[in-house]
């Protein structure tokens, strides 16, 4: 992990557990795949703090610098996912989580403790 990916997850991490995130887990899954080096996976209790959280996980990834940032899923359907190139965010609704669960389809990867 390079100094900087530090960095931008630590600062990503903060800003998702102060507006109460669930659960967040960073996953290392750049040895098993090409399409980014890490996952975070995080959920709120409701759509409302859904949104929050991809409001704050923007405003996290722009402050450390990152700029091409992709969001799919939009407003109210349950998951939003934040591709930040070699950083792939995800943030369910609690049932959503449950139901794709993410953790157990990459759970070759690493789990990362900051």
Do not use: C
């Amino acid at each position: 992990m390079t100094d900087k990916d530090r960095e931008i997850l630590n600062e990503l991490y903060k800003a998702l557990d102060d507006k109460k995130a669930e659960d967040i887990k960073i996953i290392d899954i750049g040895g098993i795949s090409v399409m980014t080096d890490y996952f975070v996976i995080t959920n709120g209790n409701n759509q409302p703090q859904v949104d929050a959280l991809v409001d704050a996980a923007e405003e996290a990834l722009l402050k450390t610098g990152v700029k091409d940032v992709k969001v799919e899923g939009g407003r109210n359907n349950g998951w939003t996912l934040i591709d930040a190139g070699n950083l792939i965010i995800h943030i369910f609704t609690k049932e959503n989580r449950d139901f794709y669960d993410l953790e157990r389809i990459w759970s070759d990867g690493k789990i990362i403790e900051l």
